[in-house]
C-alpha cells in the first residue's frame, strides 16, 4: 500500500490529508519507500548536485518577541552584535573568493540597519561578483522590499513557521499570520524568488497540521522550503517544551520534494543540531540544499536563535573545503552555479 501510494506521488499524484498523515506516521522501515520515492524525485530535476549556500547571521537584535526564539527581544541575557556594512562586505568578499555564488544575508528584525545601508551592502556584494544574494531580515515595508529588490536583492526567505494561524497568532504576539502571507505574497508581487518553510515540532502542532504546512508551501508556489526542528531555548517561554523528532523532519522533507517537487530543499541546520546522521540522510531523501555560517566565531555564538555548538574557529575555505569533501563523502556533487530557482 505505501509502495503503490509513493510510486503513484512520485508521477504526480496529490494524496489527500489523511494519506499525507499517513506517510508522515510510518517507522524507519516504512519510511525507506517515502525517501526512496523523494530522491527519485530529486534526481530527476537535480541529479546528485547539491547547493552550498553561505549565510552572513550579520546582526542579533530583534524587535520580534517569537516564543520560541533565543533572539526575541524580551531575552536581557544576551548581548548583541551588530556587523558593519565594511565588515559584512569584505566577510563576502572572502566567502566569494572561497567559491561561494550563493550568499545569505540573515538578522533578527533590526530597524537600524534602514533600507539604504543594506541597499550599499548588496551593491558592493554585487560590485564584486555578480553572486545570488538573498535576504532573511524579516518583515518590513513594501518599500523597503522594494528598495532592495531594485538595490540588485535576488531572493527572499522568509518561513511561515506554521499553517495553523491560531497556532501562529500564539507564537508571534509582535505580528500575525496574514501580515506573514501578506509580506510574502509582496515579496513576489516584487519579483523575489521567494523561500518559505516551517517548523516541526512546535507546542501544539499536530501531523495534520504538518500536512498543512506542506500544502501552503504547495499554494505559495516557493522556490525555495526550509523544513527544521524546533529546538528549544532555555531563555524563551517555550524552553521546557520537547524537540521536535529528527525522524518526523526527515519524513516530512520526503514529503515536500513529492508534493512539491521544484524548491530547492535544506537538509536544515537546525536537523543537524538535533542529530546529524539525520541531516545526512535528508539528502538521501529529497533535500538538495545545505547552508554554511560565514560570520567570525564571535558573532556565531551569539547568533542565539537555539543552544548549537559552533566548533573550532577556521577560515571561510578550509570550512568550506572540508564540508566539501563531506558532501562528495555522501557521493553527492557540489554545483558550482548559483543554484537559482528551477521551474518545471
Ligand atoms: N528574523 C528573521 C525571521 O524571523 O524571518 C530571520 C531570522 S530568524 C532567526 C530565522 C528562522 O529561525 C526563523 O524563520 C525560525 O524558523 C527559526 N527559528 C527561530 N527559533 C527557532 C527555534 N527555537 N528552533 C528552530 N528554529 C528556530
Ligand atoms: Fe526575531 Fe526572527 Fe527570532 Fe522572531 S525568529 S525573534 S523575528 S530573529
Known amino acids: 500500500e505505501i509502495r503503490e501510494l509513493v510510486s503513484s506521488m512520485v508521477g504526480g499524484y496529490l494524496p489527500t490529508m489523511d494519506e499525507m498523515e499517513f506517510l508522515l506516521s510510518l517507522d524507519w522501515e516504512g519510511a525507506q519507500v517515502l525517501l526512496e ?23 542579533s537584535h530583534c524587535s520580534g518577541r517569537c516564543l520560541y526564539c533565543g533572539l526575541r527581544a ?18 563576502a568578499e572572502e566567502a566569494i573568493g572561497a567559491g561561494y555564488m550563493s550568499l545569505v544575508l540573515q538578522s533578527g528584525e533590526d530597524g537600524w540597519y534602514d533600507r539604504w545601508t543594506l541597499g550599499r551592502v548588496i551593491e558592493r556584494i554585487k560590485g564584486i561578483k555578480d553572486v545570488a544574494i538573498t535576504l532573511s531580515i524579516g518583515e518590513r515595508s513594501y518599500e523597503d522590499y522594494r528598495y532592495l529588490r531594485q ?51 512546535l507546542p501544539g502542532q499536530t501531523l495534520r497540521s504538518i500536512a498543512r504546512d506542506v500544502l501552503l508551501l504547495k499554494k505559495l508556489d516557493v522556490d525555495m522550503a526550509g523544513i527544521g526542528p524546533f529546538v528549544p531555548h532555555p531563555r524563551t517561554p517555550l524552553g521546557d517544551q520537547p524537540a521536535g523528532d529528527p525522524f518526523l523532519v526527515l519524513k516530512t522533507v520526503a514529503l515536500a520534494r513529492l508534493l512539491l517537487r521544484r524548491p530547492h ?80
Not at 37 to 59: Q, T, W
Not at 304 to 323: C, M, N, Q, T
Request: aromatic share 8%; glycine share 10%; hydrophobic share 35%.
Open 37 to 59: 520515492g523523494a530522491r527519485k524525485v530529486k534526481e530527476e530535476l537535480f541529479g546528485p548536485e547539491v547547493h552550498i549556500r553561505g549565510i552572513i547571521e550579520f546582526s
Open 74 to 91: 524580551d531575552n536581557r541575557d544576551l548581548a548583541r552584535y551588530r556587523m558593519e556594512e565594511e565588515e559584512i562586505v569584505r566577510c
Open 151 to 201: 538595490a540588485g536583492a535576488d531572493r527572499f526567505l522568509m518561513k511561515h513557521e506554521t499553517a495553523d494561524q491560531g497556532l501562529y497568532d500564539r507564537l508571534h504576539p509582535h505580528s500575525s499570520f496574514r501580515r506573514r502571507l501578506e509580506c510574502l505574497t509582496q515579496l513576489k508581487e516584487l519579483g523575489y524568488q521567494v523561500g518559505s518553510g516551517f517548523m516541526v515540532g
Open 265 to 344: 530543499l535544506p537538509a536544515t541546520t537546525a536537523l543537524g543540531v538535533l542529530d546529524r546522521r539525520m541531516r545526512d540522510w535528508a539528502f538521501h531523501g529529497g533535500a538538495n540544499v545545505v547552508m554554511q555560517k560565514l560570520e567570525p566565531h564571535r558573532y556565531r555564538r551569539l547568533y542565539d536563535i537555539y543552544p548549537k555548538g559552533v566548533g573550532e574557529e577556521r577560515s571561510i575555505a578550509e570550512e568550506r573545503e572540508e564540508l566539501e569533501r563531506a558532501l562528495e563523502s555522501m557521493g553527492l556533487r557540489v554545483a558550482r552555479d548559483r543554484g537559482d530557482a528551477v521551474r518545471v
